[in-house]
């Protein structure tokens, strides 16, 4: 399967400090897209990072590829409590179309 | 803004009973997708659509589910006898372009099968 793994599945950090969440996937990919989900609501798009790119920055987030090991990382600097949510990463396969999503990390910012 | 919208949000139905989730996808996007989230667990595919047709499916939906665009707007989810393990989060999402760009997704429609 190519459904991508986050790592860790949840992570609790203080307001002000940087959260990292990392995942891996086991195919060839077109792109990579990160979603951010609240809870009980839809998901919703933060980012995408083609393959032949290899960081891409939007505001506090900053999104890293490396295909060779297969693997991505979001990184939110400066993190808030509205931060809180729970993190996806998605892939493509590289044929067809559909996205696989992973199995997500959970995201405490205490404020 | 351009949403997807989804309808009902929340649906108790028995086992063995039909079930319709309804969903309007943004008005020009052309690929239509659902998913679904058993509750706090991944995010699961189950079909892609487009051109009024399937475009891929994956293992679980099976001859229980069917999609229908009934017309220009609507695109619905049909369960046809429900089963305890379909309760989940059933989530549409549509997107403009083919496999590579940025998935709209809905608020959800929670099924609960008793």
């Known amino acids: 399967s190519q459904q991508g793994e986050e790592d860790p599945q949840a992570l609790s950090i203080q307001e002000g400090e940087n959260a990292t969440m990392n995942c891996s996937y086991k195919?060839?990919?077109?792109?990579l897209q990160w979603y951010r989900q609240n809870s009980g609501r839809g998901l919703v798009h933060l980012i995408l990072?083609?393959?032949?790119?290899r960081e891409k920055h939007s505001g506090r987030l900053r999104v890293t590829l490396d295909t060779s090991k297969k693997s991505s990382s979001l990184l939110i600097t400066a993190s808030r409590a509205a931060d809180t949510a729970s993190y996806f990463c998605?892939?493509?396969?590289?044929?067809?179309?559909?996205?696989?999503f992973g199995t997500g990390t959970s995201l405490t910012v205490i404020p | 803004e351009p949403e997807v919208t989804q309808t009902p949000s929340h649906q108790v139905t028995q086992m063995g009973q039909e079930v319709i989730l309804r969903c309007v996808p943004i008005?020009?996007?052309?690929?239509f997708y659902w998913y679904r989230q058993i509750l706090g667990q991944k995010v699961e595919f189950l079909v892609s659509?487009?051109?009024?047709?399937?475009s891929e499916k994956s293992e679980i939906f099976d001859d229980q589910f069917s999609v229908e665009r009934p017309d220009g707007s609507n695109f619905t989810l049909k369960i046809r006898s429900t089963k305890l393990e379909d309760s989940a989060m059933y989530f549409c999402?549509?997107?403009?372009?083919w496999g590579h760009g940025e998935l709209f997704f809905g608020e959800g429609s929670r099924l609960t099968v008793l």
């Open positions: 999402a549509s997107s403009v372009t």
């Open positions: 195919t060839s990919i077109n792109n």
């Open positions: 990072i083609r393959s032949n790119e």
């Open positions: 998605a892939t493509d396969a590289n044929t067809g179309n559909q996205f696989y």
């Open positions: 008005s020009n996007h052309l690929y």
């Open positions: 659509f487009y051109n009024n047709e399937i």
